[in-house]
């Protein structure tokens, strides 16, 4: 897949007078490429437009001018994106319950390292990171 390039990205000034349409278009997008397993894990698969959409936030959030920084984000998020015959999925993990949310936190340590997350289709398993 092509990847991102800082002309796609929207200038700031530009970006703030169509964050609500277009955040509503990514909204929309994102639910359809949502997959919730179990209570608090969701997957979302992501693409051009959900990345792009990451890094404007990014740029938005931590109010990002510098082009060096801004091209650190590209490359953090270009990065994620699928290459042909590809899936590349967000694994968001949704705590909210203060009470119980160090328990979860200890079992999801080291989550990141080896073979302990895996999608199962048909009789392969391709494991995360």
Same mark, same amino acid.
């Given at each position: #897949?092509? !990847?991102?390039?800082?002309?796609? /990205?929207?200038?700031?000034?530009?970006?703030?007078?169509?964050?609500?349409?277009?955040?509503? =278009?990514?909204?929309?997008?994102?639910?359809?490429?949502? /997959?919730?397993?179990?209570?608090?894990? =969701?997957? +979302?698969?992501?693409?051009?437009? =959900?990345?792009?959409?990451?890094?404007?936030? #990014?740029?938005? &959030?931590?109010?990002? +001018?510098?082009?060096?920084?801004?091209?650190?984000?590209?490359?953090?998020?270009?990065?994620?994106?699928? @290459?042909?015959?590809? !899936?590349? @999925?967000?694994? !968001?993990?949704?705590?909210?319950?203060?009470?119980?949310?160090?328990?979860?936190?200890?079992?999801?340590?080291?989550?990141?390292?080896?073979?302990?997350?895996?999608?199962?289709?048909?009789?392969?398993? +391709?494991?995360? &990171?």
């Amino acid at each position: #897949m092509k !990847l991102l390039t800082h002309e796609e /990205l929207i200038p700031q000034e530009e970006y703030e007078r169509q964050r609500d349409a277009y955040r509503q =278009t990514i909204i929309a997008l994102k639910r359809r490429r949502r /997959l919730t397993i179990g209570d608090i894990v =969701t997957l +979302v698969f992501e693409n051009r437009e =959900t990345l792009r959409f990451q890094i404007q936030e #990014m740029i938005r &959030v931590e109010r990002i +001018v510098d082009p060096q920084k801004i091209q650190e984000e590209l490359d953090v998020y270009n990065a994620l994106l699928p @290459a042909a015959g590809e !899936l590349s @999925a967000t694994l !968001l993990i949704e705590l909210t319950d203060p009470d119980t949310m160090k328990q979860w936190l200890d079992l999801f340590m080291g989550l990141d390292h080896g073979q302990k997350v895996g999608l199962r289709a048909g009789g392969d398993v +391709v494991y995360w &990171v």
